[in-house]
């Protein structure tokens, strides 16, 4: 990665191209730090502190802590990566956008139209939920319609910015722009947390009365360390792993020219889901957390207390229920995205077959099973990367949440490897071969 950088930045028009980047990237976390009117940032921080574990936690987290300080780029991409996603999913149930879809360059601009629309809706919902909880707590300074306007207004356009912004990163840098705004957003976050959680192991096992507990503080420690290289090298690994589905095609003769004749494969990444399924499960389960956050029950032994306690990031329960929503929300993406019938088809329309497989729905069953395969491994390892962190919590002292790491580290791992990818394609289009060597 840091060779492929290198030798980028060696060519004169990917050097610009690096440089605007860094120049959009600033610019975003310069705006990360405006607040919007009306907000008293003291009592705003004190509000967020109460936060761990509900939907804005997760929030701040994508807005690279500027949630929490009720900044201009509060809601972050957050609107945009909702709509992203019902528009992918409407794509599959309503036929008209299905064929929008198969229409090329035209079809995608104007669902990418659709998008921006639904982001803007979205973000104006949510920037009206957020102004209506912050009222409710006393967080707003002198409440009233002008001031939901404004407020509202404020959030919803800075929403609309970074999706500009990231548009230009598109055009003008090196590309993936939403994912580089949220990569920059998440690291600028990293140096506070890790801070933050050695300093609550080192004080929580200080605390300790244990002599050989002290003196074994400095290997827990660096087997923390050891144990994030070691995972994110499982991550790097898996993200770029796929099963490879082999293709051949029949030879054609047309007039005095042979076609076909070659053999090929149908690439399936073994993660082909990505982060999305851990994301929704996160959302799923930080319901009831957020609810009771705005609802506190009465009666703290009480049946509802009881029941709320059960969707604690550390408890055994949230543990077993992010397990199955992650296993199951990977099988229905999956479901949608890919279609084995069709693959099938297409292979069939093209002379192509898998060697030692009928075409037709032979070809499309065994395509199917390999799906299952892959996806049942695939989300295992989602669940693993989600869940080990909640796992740790419950042996760190302090009660850290770090619940959200798992997200972090297949977030951050998977945009750092598609924009290396990124930036080695547009080498290899300038002739520029010094990254093979």
């Not at 297949?410 to 290899?428: D, F, P």
């Amino acid at each position: 990665m840091i060779e492929t950088i290198r030798n980028a930045w060696k060519v004169e028009d990917l050097r610009k191209k690096m440089l605007f980047t860094l120049f959009i990237i600033v610019l975003f976390r310069f705006g990360a730090t405006i607040p919007v009117p009306y907000i008293d940032t003291a009592q705003m921080k004190s509000y967020y502190a109460q936060m761990s574990g509900t939907f804005f936690g997760y929030l701040n987290l994508m807005s690279g802590g500027a949630f929490s300080q009720g900044t201009l780029f509060a809601m972050s991409i957050s609107p945009y990566i909702n709509a992203s996603i019902i528009i992918q999913l409407l794509t599959v149930a309503i036929p008209a956008l299905e064929r929008l879809s198969k229409e090329g360059d035209e079809g995608r601009k104007k669902l990418n139209n659709y998008t921006r629309y639904l982001t803007v809706g979205i973000a104006l919902l949510q920037g009206y939920g957020f102004y209506a909880t912050l009222r409710s707590y006393g967080v707003i300074i002198t409440p009233s319609a002008l001031t939901a306007l404004v407020f509202v207004v404020t959030l919803s356009a800075g929403t609309a910015l970074l999706m500009w912004l990231a548009d230009q990163i598109n055009v003008y840098g090196i590309g993936n722009g939403i994912s580089i705004i949220l990569f920059a957003g998440i690291v600028s976050r990293a140096p506070a947390t890790v801070s933050s959680m050695i300093g609550y192991v080192t004080q929580g096992y200080l605390d300790l009365e244990l002599e050989v507990v002290k003196k074994l503080n400095p290997f827990v420690a660096i087997a923390i360390a050891v144990g994030a290289v070691l995972l994110v090298s499982l991550v790097v690994i898996v993200t770029n792993a796929e099963r490879r589905v082999p293709v051949q095609y029949a030879k054609r003769v047309v007039g005095r020219k042979v076609y076909g004749g070659q053999s090929t494969h149908i690439p399936i990444k073994v993660n082909g889901t990505g982060v999305l399924p851990v994301i929704f499960a996160q959302s799923f389960l930080s319901i009831p957390s957020t609810i009771a956050f705005f609802f506190p029950a009465s009666n703290p032994e009480g049946f509802w207390a009881t029941f709320l306690k059960a969707f604690r990031f550390d408890h055994p329960i949230y543990a077993l229920l992010y397990t199955l929503l992650i296993v199951g929300f990977s099988f229905f993406y999956i479901s949608m995205t890919y279609n084995p019938v069709e693959i099938a088809n297409n292979l069939k329309k093209n002379g192509g077959f898998v060697p030692g497989i009928r075409p037709g729905r032979p070809t499309s069953e065994y395509i199917a099973r390999i799906l299952n395969k892959i996806t049942f491994f695939g989300s295992w390892f989602l669940v693993f990367i989600a869940i080990l962190p909640i796992i740790t919590t419950w042996f760190l002292p302090g009660g850290i949440n770090i619940s959200l790491g798992g997200t972090t580290i297949i977030i951050l791992v998977g945009v750092a490897l598609e924009t290396v990818k990124q930036m080695e394609s547009m080498m290899l289009m300038r002739h520029y071969k010094g990254f093979l060597e």
